[in-house]
T-cell receptor, first 112, second 114 residues
Framework: GNSVTQMEGPVTLSEEAFLTINCTYTATGYPSLFWYVQYPGEGLQLLLK???ADDKGSNKGFEATYRKETTSFHLEKGSVQVSDSAVYFC???????????WGAGTKLIIKP | NAGVTQTPKFQVLKTGQSMTLQCAQD?????MSWYRQDPGMGLRLIHYSVGAGITDQGEVPNGYNVSRSTTEDFPLRLLSAAPSQTSVYFCASREIQGWGETQYFGPGTRLLVL
């Protein structure tokens, strides 16, 4: 079946460090891929998305490239800030059944 | 637009009590869903609805009921609360487009069952 695997957290970095949060997926067909972010005490909100292979989603300095050959959608940011501390969820969408498949989430902690 | 709203924000129940978590959206989205979020388990789908009058079970439906009498509202009912239902509950509505979809989440309801 379809699934999403994220690296386990928490991930702890210093301010201005480079961030990578790994996400790999298993899917039959051609899913759309998403990163959602959940700031402390809030609901989830869409961070970025990519709908086909080699697409790059970007927002707020974060980027992720849809890699079909490696079935990956890793989240990256060149210089993180304390305000980026949050839980990040990778997800895939299959329009065959209108369902979102979620990763378990990765908690990111940025220290000043 | 208010987006997706949820009430209450916090609730404490005793085992066996019943309650309804309210969810409303003003974006005219057909698709709505309820998730629970537990540490280390990400989001798990409880129930979803593809339109008024239509509901279906998700991954973890036991102990919960839903109804969808209008496009705007999608309440979640706990019939007889159990400690295993202690969690954070998120309601979401979904905008489906040709290339995929975007979900809009409410702020969540934190539920503690004693």
């Amino acid at each position: 079946g379809n699934s999403v695997t994220q690296m386990e957290g928490p991930v702890t970095l210093s301010e201005e460090a480079f961030l990578t949060i790994n996400c790999t997926y298993t899917a039959t067909g051609y899913p759309s891929l998403f990163w959602y972010v959940q700031y402390p005490g809030e609901g989830l909100q869409l961070l970025l998305k990519a709908t086909k292979a080699d697409d790059k989603g970007s927002n707020k300095g974060f980027e992720a490239t849809y890699r079909k050959e490696t079935t990956s959608f890793h989240l990256e940011k060149g210089s993180v800030q304390v305000s980026d501390s949050a839980v990040y969820f990778c997800a895939l969408y299959m329009d065959s059944n209108y369902q979102l498949i979620w990763g378990a989430g990765t908690k990111l902690i940025i220290k000043p | 637009n208010a987006g997706v709203t949820q009430t209450p924000k916090f609730q404490v129940l005793k085992t066996g009590q019943s309650m309804t978590l309210q969810c409303a959206q003003d974006m005219n989205h057909e698709y709505m869903s309820w998730y629970r979020q537990d540490p280390g388990m990400g989001l798990r789908l409880i129930h979803y609805s593809v339109g008024a009058g239509i509901t279906d079970q998700g991954e973890v439906p036991n102990g919960y009921n839903v109804s969808r009498s209008t496009t705007e509202d999608f309440p979640l009912r706990l019939l007889s609360a159990a400690p295993s239902q202690t969690s954070v509950y998120f309601c979401a509505s979904r905008e489906i487009q040709g290339w995929g979809e975007t979900q809009y989440f409410g702020p969540g309801t934190r539920l503690l069952v004693l």
